[in-house]
Each structure stands twice: as structure tokens, then as C-alpha cells.
Nanobody, 123 residues
Framework: QVQLVESGGGLVQAGGSLRLSCAAS????????MGWFRQAPGKEREFVAA????????YYADSVKGRFTISRDNAKNTVYLQMNSLKPEDTAVYYC????????????????WGQGTQVTVSS
């Protein structure tokens, strides 16, 4: 079992920055891919960014590429999402997720989810 706790959300003006953190419990953190997802009011949850277990590979949604950076510190069991040049359309609840890469599916299977942290960007 892995428990995930997000922090760092808040209210920021457009053009500003925030850094989200996600602290994970358990001794197998480095074996899991980690991802950030978000859900805006009235919209479906969408992928934001992901990082492989060793931190060597990262992936981003086109909407955040060049503005957001995902990273992880396996010694601290923590994954981060640095968000710069924030826009009002980035307003959402941001969720951290963890899971193994499923070679059968050819994608990460996110088995564990945090409770989310609210990010609000004012115009």
C-alpha cells in the first residue's frame, strides 16, 4: 500500500508560480512511476505530467509543456510539480498518483491516488 499526500496548492495571480509536493509512504517509492493529474469544475480529470521511477523520463501534457516541471526525490519519497507562468485555465484540483508500469497495457497503471490540492489562478 502507498499513501499519497499533496500540498502546496493555493491562490495565485496569472503569471505566477506554485510548487506542488506529494509525499508518499512506503518503501517501494522508487519502483513506481509518479504522475500529476488535474480536474477542473465540470470537466473530466486529465493528465498533466509523469516521471519514471528513477526520474530519468518525464512526460507532459501539451497544455503545460514548457511551463510545468515534474521531478522526484526518491530519498525523500516525494514528487514535485513546479508550475510557472500559470494561467486561469490551470485552475483545478491537482492529484498525485503512483503506480507500476504495466508492460501488458504499455502504460502506467495508477493504483494509488492522493486526496488532491486546490490550485486557483486569478486573472
Amino acid at each position: 500500500q502507498v499513501q499519497l499526500v499533496e500540498s502546496g496548492g493555493g491562490l495565485v495571480q496569472a503569471g505566477g508560480s506554485l510548487r506542488l509536493s506529494c509525499a508518499a509512504s512506503g518503501r517501494t517509492f522508487s519502483s513506481y512511476d509518479m504522475g500529476w493529474f488535474r480536474q477542473a469544475p465540470g470537466k473530466e480529470r486529465e493528465f498533466v505530467a509523469a516521471v519514471s521511477g528513477n526520474g530519468g523520463s518525464t512526460y507532459y501534457a501539451d497544455s503545460v509543456k514548457g511551463r510545468f516541471t515534474i521531478s522526484r526525490d526518491n530519498a525523500k519519497n516525494t514528487v514535485y510539480l513546479q508550475m510557472n507562468s500559470l494561467k486561469p485555465e490551470d485552475t483545478a484540483v491537482y492529484y498525485c498518483a503512483a503506480g507500476p508500469f504495466d508492460y501488458g497495457l504499455g502504460e502506467t497503471r495508477y493504483d494509488y491516488w492522493g486526496q488532491g490540492t486546490q490550485v486557483t489562478v486569478s486573472s
